[in-house]
């Protein structure tokens, strides 16, 4: 099942994980095609119910829609009140790995063990404003942790630095788990969170927003990496 999909994953980390919700729409294929060609090892997809947080997205038919078109891991947060209800119908439309937030359930661990169960990754996330102290129990049923580095599904926010010191954290407490960031990952803040430990990169708009995709992840690469992006490499 989808649980070997966890093993591309791992395999592809450290990786820019270009975020769809900037992507066009009208032309799912087309984008794909750009992003695959760009070099793009797995897609992330931002799912809000308006309730959870304040933004309404998509759903399972564009999931579906998107599994058609690519073999690449889809890594699915959800930004959802109720993780469980929609678990199952997103790992049937084709979701690779899961991510719930902390502060949308009463026991973390039961949701990590009901999403482990459908044979997918388990991921759980935490938003900046939230003590940290709630990941604690769930650490050890769970494949990834994303720092949220913004609060989740709320535009215009600046990268807040504390997410640096979480990766840290869990770098150094459970070396062997997968760690995601997202919220302001650019040139600028990339390569700061790849060295504070960080696997699995999310970007929107350092991706969408540019003319050239391929161009766009090099030089999210070359940050990451430490090195500077050579002049003329993104507009």
Known sequence: MSRAKLDSIRAAGPAILPSLLQCDFGDLRTEIEKLTVAGTRVL?????DGHFVPNLTYGMPIVEGLRRHTDMPLDVHLMISD???YARPMVDAGADMLTFHVEAVE????VAGKIRDMGVGVGVAINPDTDFGKLDCCLDSVDMVLVMS???GFGGQKFNPVSLDRLRSLKERKPDLLLEIDG????ETIGEARAAGCDLFVV???IFGQHDYETAINVLT?????SPPSAGDQS
Not at 107 to 110: M, N, P, R
Not at 222 to 226: D, E, N, R, T, V
């Open 184 to 187: 302001g990952i650019k040139a």
């Open 83 to 85: 993780p469980v209800a």
């Open 107 to 110: 026991d973390s661990v039961e």
């Open 150 to 152: 913004v609060n989740a």
């Open 44 to 48: 992330h997809l931002d799912v809000m």
């Open 222 to 226: 070359q940050a990451m990496h430490g």
């Open 204 to 206: 929107g708009s350092a």
